[in-house]
């Protein structure tokens, strides 16, 4: 999110009629040797707006331990602070001090939160405040699965690594009697005053600590247990609670408390003091629960059981390995190898697991659940992550996304509202952002074959999903068929987005062969007609009379019924009738010129620097890939007589707004949207209509690809003549006969086959 535009394509291929002769790939094959992990980068995105971390976690893991590099404070004498935006993730590559080294992360978000239990190691005389250390990027390493960094102040080296759902944390010191472990409850990243509601440490004997912390904030009700073990007893230990509490009509803020095992109180810091030999190294297990601190302890047990730290380094890497070999590729440089790992790395960073290693969980309505027959996950980014990153799930990680689906249906269960996720996390419903996809990540599962959850209840959730009233501006829509902009703001983009889960909603109740609701359905996802003006061709917003709003600019994103984007880029969202926008819009010549125009223009910078809506990051002209309404765009062309800019549009973007470096992500990720943009359209396609079995074909980055299918197949990817400057694709044959289509449907894919792109420097249309 907080980026802004559009975009679009669509491709299809021909089905392979008998591929039981294809090459397969066995669960054991998948576990192979290749250390795929060197490609990967965790630092990309880590300077200016990605908004990424770059500790260590597991392929969706429920843990993800990384330093904090600063400390802002949301607001500022009762202002928005505008520097915490820099700080979703915690860390910016920037920064030359690190505050410590906490266990939960979003990654690549448009909002903070999280930031839980933070811990510091010191040494010297005992500091519960400013105990920050400066580091060096030049005595730091990132790898997937593992952290280290220098921290000069106090001449430790800091190692962190992890399992699903524990953090484990080496710190080796010089010899000294005087060293500590800081544990900051007091510390959130979206950090305002009264976050906390009420925090709890219990010492349990010399090595184990337990507690937890409920918070509000963005999740408005968070609460999280952990467990602590320290691999050496410490020598005395105490806390600091850090409250200003009214006492007989005064402010007194509780001071330091010395070995008492019982801390409590909105904002504690605790201290545990050690004497350490020469080069000797403390080891913290810290595991983390959402249901309790005997949950938490039972997690630690199960998976990290030992002390060796490399045991569980090493089987987190071979995870990380495991999940990367899905997708083998050669490319036509090294930078672009490291490139497109790291992005596949990222698109694993979420959703998370949301549970204990015994199934239970904390649901949406607080009460205590058991996962039976799935998997819980949590952080459904869904406005983001609809459009990519879930397709690309039901490529590589079926399992995975049937287990989502079942876990949004879950939430569903356990709404007041009977809604599916909108944006949420931790047991909480944000209500951020518009629409409502989860209906998108339904609709694509459905129409490839993809899971075994219940797909008449997830009908019926969708359906109530889309008539709740408490639902900003449903109800008119229902009505009169669009948003009334003085109704409801965003409306034009409320409207369009609507139209296009309805659309959604139809695809799956079809298949349920409901032909009420798709009927009713269908009827719906027209209403993107109802705010296209064609006297000047643009969607623009109406009032609750029928009027078009007054003044109308289709460069301005204030009031002019848009969020995060513009009449430009934002009024070209119809995903699911792409024939008829562009018949509307004037035909096919009449559109690749608006297109041309979309990339082309110049923009007043004074525009942009006036604009909070529009991300200074990833813009060409008006179109902005540093953000997911225009994720489709570039594809749009292959809906022309002009295919072939979809492929330069998509070849430039991929080499320009994309790299293998600390600032190689051109916005946020978005819980690995961007990232997922990258993977696909590096392979030659994207799914530009989730709910739809098709994909587009662009213009594929690497030089051969094999994706190994979990149903044991292998979908192969070949260039002939691929370099830079062959961006144009010539041909395209599918299982050794040409395809005359820039469609390729999921089934070719999932069937196992061989797809060949002949490049060319020359323009040449596919359809």
């Not at 051969?704 to 041909?731: D, H, M, P, W, Y």
Request: glycine letters at 6%; a negative charge; proline letters at 3%.
């Amino acid at each position: 999110m907080r980026k802004s535009v559009i975009l679009f394509i669509s491709v299809v291929l021909f089905s392979c009629n008998n591929n039981n002769s294809l090459p397969k790939v066995s669960k054991k094959e998948l576990k192979n040797s290749a250390n795929y992990i060197e490609y990967v980068n965790p630092m990309v995105g880590t300077k200016n707006m990605g908004h990424t971390f770059p500790g260590s976690t597991t392929p969706f893991g429920m843990v993800q331990l990384s330093p904090t590099t600063n400390i802002q404070p949301f607001f500022i004498d009762g202002k928005y602070n505008k520097d915490t935006y820099k700080y979703c993730s915690g860390y910016q590559y920037e920064d030359s001090l690190i505050y410590g080294f906490s266990h939960t992360h979003f990654s690549g978000t448009g909002h903070s939160d999280l930031g839980d239990f933070l811990l510091m190691p010191t040494v010297g005389e005992l500091q519960l405040i400013d105990i920050q250390s400066e580091f060096s990027h030049t005595n730091e390493n990132a790898e997937a699965g593992y952290y280290s960094v220098n921290l000069d102040k106090y001449d430790i080296k800091a190692e962190l690594t992890s399992s699903d759902r524990v953090g484990f944390h080496q710190y080796s010191f010089q010899e000294t009697d005087s060293a500590h472990i800081i544990l900051d409850l007091e510390y959130n990243i979206y950090n305002f005053e009264g976050k906390n509601i009420w925090t709890s440490v219990r010492v349990e004997n010399d090595s184990t600590i337990t507690g937890f912390r409920q918070t509000t904030g963005w999740a408005r009700n968070k609460t999280i247990y952990f467990a602590m073990k320290f691999s050496k007893p410490f020598r005395s230990y105490g806390h600091e609670k850090r409250d200003d509490i009214p006492y007989n009509g005064f402010y007194r803020r509780f001071n330091e408390k010395k070995n008492f095992p019982e801390m409590a109180g909105k904002n504690i810091k605790a201290y545990f003091n050690f004497m350490i030999e020469e080069d000797e190294k403390i080891q913290i297990k810290f595991a983390l629960s959402s249901v309790s601190t005997a949950g938490a302890l039972n997690n630690m047990d199960a998976e990290i059981p030992h002390w060796d730290f490399k045991k569980t380094k090493k089987e987190t890497q071979d995870k990380w390995n495991n999940e990367l070999s899905k997708i083998e590729v050669e490319c036509i440089e090294k930078e672009d190898k490291e490139t497109f790992y790291t992005a596949l790395y990222h698109t694993m960073l979420g959703p998370v697991l949301y549970e204990d290693v015994d199934g239970k969980y904390k649901g949406l309505d607080k009460n205590i659940h058991i996962s039976t027959g799935f998997t819980n996950y949590t952080i459904f980014s869904l406005w983001d992550t609809y459009r990519a990153l879930h397709p690309l799930f039901n490529i590589i990680h079926t399992e995975r996304n049937n287990d989502m689906i079942k876990s949004m249906l879950a939430h569903q269960d356990q709404s007041v509202h009977r809604m599916l996720p909108i944006w949420s996390h931790y047991a909480n419903e944000n209500w951020c952002m518009i629409g409502y996809h989860a209906t998108s990540v339904i609709a694509d599962a459905i129409s490839k074959d993809v899971g075994d959850f219940n797909k008449l209840k997830a009908l019926d959730a969708c359906i109530s999903t889309s008539n709740v009233s408490y639902f900003d501006g449903i109800e008119s829509y229902k009505e009169k068929g669009y948003v009334p902009e003085d109704v409801s703001s965003s409306s034009v983009s409320k409207t369009l987005e609507f139209a296009y889960n309805d659309w959604c909603i139809a695809q799956i109740s079809e298949k349920l062969d409901n032909s009420r609701v798709t009927k009713e359905y269908l009827k719906r996802s027209e209403n993107f007609r109802n705010l296209y003006d064609k006297n000047i061709g643009f969607m623009r917003a109406k009032l609750k009379n029928g009027d078009w709003k007054t003044p109308f600019d289709p460069m301005d994103t204030h009031g002019q019924g848009f969020i995060e984007g513009n009449a430009w880029n934002y009024g070209l969202y119809v995903p699911h009738q792409i024939d008829t926008m562009i018949q509307i819009m004037g035909g096919k010549d009449r559109f690749s010129s608006k297109l041309d125009s979309l990339f082309n223009m110049e923009i007043d910078e004074k525009f942009i620097e006036n604009t909070e809506d529009i991300s200074r990051d990833g813009i060409i002209g008006n179109y902005v890939h540093g953000n997911e309404p225009g994720h489709h765009i570039p594809y749009l062309y292959n809906w022309t007589n002009d295919s072939w800019k979809t492929q330069e549009r998509v070849r430039m973007i991929m080499n320009t707004m994309y790299g293998n470096k600390e600032n190689g992500l051109c916005g946020n990720d978005d819980a690995g949207q961007m990232s997922a943009w990258f993977v696909f359209s590096s392979l030659g396609f994207y799914p530009v209509c989730p709910g739809s079995n098709e994909y587009a074909i662009g213009s594929p980055l690497v030089k051969n690809a094999t994706i190994r299918l979990e149903n044991g197949k292998k979908f192969l990817i070949n260039t002939i003549n691929q370099n830079k400057e062959n961006v144009f694709v010539k041909k395209i044959e599918l299982n050794g006969e040409v395809l005359n289509r820039d469609i390729l449907y999921h089934h070719e894919i999932s069937n196992g086959g061989e797809l060949t792109f002949y490049m060319s420097n020359t323009k040449n249309p596919l359809n």
